[in-house]
T-cell receptor, first 113, second 109 residues
Framework: NAGVTQTPKFQVLKTGQSMTLQCAQDMNHNSMYWYRQDPGMGLRLIYY???????DKGEVPNGYNVSRLNKREFSLRLESAAPSQTSVYFCASRDSRAKNIQYFGAGTRLSVL | EDQVTQSPEALRLQEGESSSLNCSYT??????LFWYRQDPGKGPEFLFT???AGEEKEKERLKATLTKKESFLHITAPKPEDSATYLCAVETSYDKVIFGPGTSLSVIP
């Protein structure tokens, strides 16, 4: 059971480049999330999806777009990367049937130069 | 605005020295409060869920409690393997979960 898989694990971009962070879960969860984690600021919610076909903004959505491609996959896109988007990005899925636990991927470490 | 704060930012304990971590929240409606543990270079791992004031949950050396405005994570007789960052999170509306900044715990042998 792979759980939540994020790709890539590391990425370096130049300012203005675009990229998509991929996330897939194999636990048949309805809800999925994207967070960014910066030193001293904890995890900040970028976007979330309560179910296939729906997405909602979190605390820090500016500069990002998301796509809930199907129940398994939730991608995060940076259209024009900026140095302020240098961070560690975590994807999570949530099991609303069992204590509402969020399961996290291993993270994507992104540097924007 | 929904907000979650945690204190202290960092805590250094001797092995066996018990202490508590605090999570304070200001939210429009609490649907649940969660504690996670995060080891360096990894994603957070679930510890506890609390839903109502007065509720308590225990797991090994950890005990989580909840009041109307805050939660505590009590660590009894900690060991070096308890060293990690402990994160508190709240569900503020349906499926929206926000996290506090975390407490970095170091347990010295």
């Amino acid at each position: 059971n792979a759980g939540v898989t994020q790709t890539p694990k590391f990425q370096v971009l130049k300012t203005g480049q675009s990229m998509t962070l991929q996330c897939a879960q194999d636990m048949n969860h309805n809800s999925m999330y994207w967070y960014r984690q910066d030193p001293g600021m904890g995890l900040r919610l970028i976007y979330y999806s309560a179910s296939e076909g729906t997405t909602d903004k979190g605390e820090v959505p500016n500069g990002y777009n998301v796509s809930r491609l199907n129940k398994r996959e939730f991608s995060l896109r940076l259209e024009s990367a900026a140095p302020s988007q240098t961070s560690v990005y975590f994807c999570a899925s949530r099991d609303s049937r069992a204590k509402n636990i969020q399961y996290f991927g291993a993270g994507t470490r992104l540097s924007v130069l | 605005e929904d907000q979650v704060t945690q204190s202290p930012e960092a805590l250094r304990l001797q092995e066996g020295e018990s202490s508590s971590l605090n999570c304070s929240y200001t939210v429009s409606g609490l649907r649940g409060l969660f504690w996670y543990r995060q080891d360096p270079g990894k994603g957070p791992e679930f510890l506890f869920t609390l839903y109502s004031a007065g509720e308590e949950k225990e797991k090994e050396r950890l005990k989580a409690t909840l009041t109307k405005k805050e939660s505590f994570l009590h660590i009894t007789a900690p060991k070096p393997e308890d060293s990690a960052t402990y994160l508190c999170a709240v569900e503020t509306s349906y499926d929206k979960v926000i996290f506090g900044p975390g407490t970095s715990l170091s347990v010295i042998p």
